[in-house]
């Protein structure tokens, strides 16, 4: 009775050190994930002020051996050979129609490639990957744990234990030893503020968990601080934001196709999309804020001063730091102006906002 | 002491001379994690038992409450509107929802009491 016959959670190496420390565990991407420690709340705001760690091992970690940037041109839209080694990029797996098949990270590694995608998603980036590009050596990195530490303290609680981490850039990646635990460490996060994610051996993960929250600026934080986090950072989630309906021009990341594969292409659905770069996109995901206080979902309708539907939020949500409810959605290009008047619709009733510009917070990337 | 019923939906009320009053258990605020906003009834509508009569916006997502009697909602409390964290800190106190005058007190014997209610949620784990 009521029996679910889904495969059994994962767990990644940090599980009984969430446990441990009252973590709220609930199933996400295949994982039973921390969702919060001591309360989204507090632990968004104490992101925004000092510093969080957050687990990201269900992540996937994989790496491509060899002198692979060529190659991986052919299947995202980032400048890969133009990648200096120890640089790290933000990019994205196209489809033939122009859709996202993930976002992901990209670090030159020199003799490798080192790829981080989203938990949900690596199965799929790790067979599109081997089906595309055959003559490499391609790896989960099953046996390795990824942390985040994000914040503004981040820097100084990391350079305590890693002083060579005080010189790293916005972007950049290094191998260091944080403590006696060797580590690959990159100046980069999703929260809108300065901060590094952290990976290292699964073996050793909980000892290098420790040792962050033993300092006195670092508080554990779960998936729902890192949700309320990135919406404010106007950051998009795959699944929500992006996937494989919406090309790069709709969801804004325009930014993220270099000048050089914008004149040459040669990704999936470069057609497409380097069209849409010239002639606009159908819709365009903008940044919305709620005059009241109610939060308006995922799914939301939105419609604009006269009433039409011309849209649908994919992400909202109250917003700790801003102090009130923000949503971001994908609307017809009439309407995309900062300043446009729109309704969102919440339980059958029109709630007023306002397009605005994103990240609906100051950035504070340290670059 | 006045005696409190509960649903199995994680609503409590207060009955006393004929007026319920009526908000979500520490166990449901706990589940909801930090409330951030609550949509109350208007006063003077009529509910019924078992539909839904307010909304809790936790950060995380919206949830429905249901009226644990039926009755005309004649008192709402205002001061979430300013400090829905109330809810989390004093559930079955400041955190209080809205107040209705009871149409059917019989509906009560359908409710859980105290002892009950612990027992729901030991049998929940």
């Known amino acids: 009775m009521g029996e679910q016959a889904d495969a059994p959670l994962k767990r990644t190496p940090l599980y009984d050190l969430h446990c441990e420390l009252g973590a709220k565990m609930v199933p996400f991407a295949g994982y039973e994930m921390p969702v919060q420690f001591k309360g989204i ?13 957050f687990d990201v091992s269900h992540m996937g970690q994989m790496r491509i051996d060899g002198e692979a940037a060529d190659a991986l041109e052919s299947l995202v839209v980032a400048d890969v050979k133009g990648l200096p080694v120890g640089k790290v990029r933000y990019t994205l797996f196209t489809n033939a129609a122009g859709g996202i098949i993930d976002d992901l990270m990209i670090t030159q590694g020199g003799y490798y490639l080192m790829l981080v995608v989203n938990a949900a998603r690596k199965a799929v980036d790790f067979a599109h990957l081997r089906d595309r590009l055959p003559g490499f050596d391609i790896h989960l990195l099953n046996d390795m744990a990824l942390l985040a530490l994000q914040g503004p303290a981040a820097a100084s609680v990391l350079s305590r234990l890693a002083p060579a981490s005080k ?12 403590g006696d635990i060797r580590c690959i460490v990159s100046r980069t996060g999703y929260t ?12 050793e993960a909980e000892a290098l968990a420790r040792m962050l929250l033993a300092e006195p600026e670092v508080m554990p934080a779960g998936l729902g601080a890192r949700d309320t986090l990135r919406l404010e950072a106007g950051l998009c989630l ?58 308006a979902r995922r799914g939301s309708r939105i419609l604009d001063g006269d009433g039409r539907d011309i849209g649908v939020v994919t992400s909202g949500g109250y917003a700790p730091s801003v102090g009130g409810p923000i949503a971001m959605g994908y609307v017809t290009p009439a309407v995309a102006d900062v300043g446009t ?27 | 002491m006045l005696p409190v019923r509960f649903t199995r939906e994680h609503e409590w009320v207060r009955v006393e001379d004929g007026v319920g009053t009526i908000g979500i258990t520490d166990f449901a605020q706990g589940q909801l994690g930090d409330v951030v906003f609550v949509e109350l009834p208007a006063i003077d509508t009529e509910i019924a038992r078992g539909v839904q009569a307010a909304v809790v916006e936790s950060v995380k997502a919206a ?38 005058r009871l149409s059917d007190p019989s509906e009560l014997d359908g409710l859980m009491d105290q002892a009950a209610y612990e027992a729901f949620l030991r049998s929940l784990d």
């Open chain 1, 341 to 367: 008047s729109v309704q969102l619709v919440v339980r059958d009733k029109p709630l007023q906002g306002e397009v605005v510009l994103m990240p609906f917070i100051e950035q504070r990337y340290v670059k």
């Open chain 1, 167 to 178: 010189v790293m850039l916005f972007m950049t990646s290094e191998a260091l030893k944080i």
């Open chain 2, 63 to 100: 949830s429905e409450v249901y009226a644990p009697v039926s009755g005309t909602v004649i008192a709402i409390n205002d001061s979430l509107a300013d400090e829905p964290g109330q809810v989390n800190g004093d559930p079955q106190g400041a955190g209080w929802f809205f107040k209705v």
């Open chain 1, 41 to 53: 709340l507090s632990e968004h705001l104490h992101a925004r002020e000092k510093a969080v760690l």
């Open chain 1, 238 to 295: 795959w699944g929500n934001d992006i996937d494989e309906t919406t090309t790069p021009v709709e969801a804004g990341l325009n930014w993220a196709i270099s000048r050089r594969r914008r004149e040459e292409g040669g990704f999936p659905g470069d057609e497409i999309i380097l069209r849409q770069l010239f002639d606009g996109a159908p819709r365009k995901r903008v940044g919305i804020r709620l005059a009241g206080k109610v939060p």
């Open chain 1, 192 to 203: 809108g503020e300065d901060g590094f994610e952290i990976s290292c051996a699964a073996s």
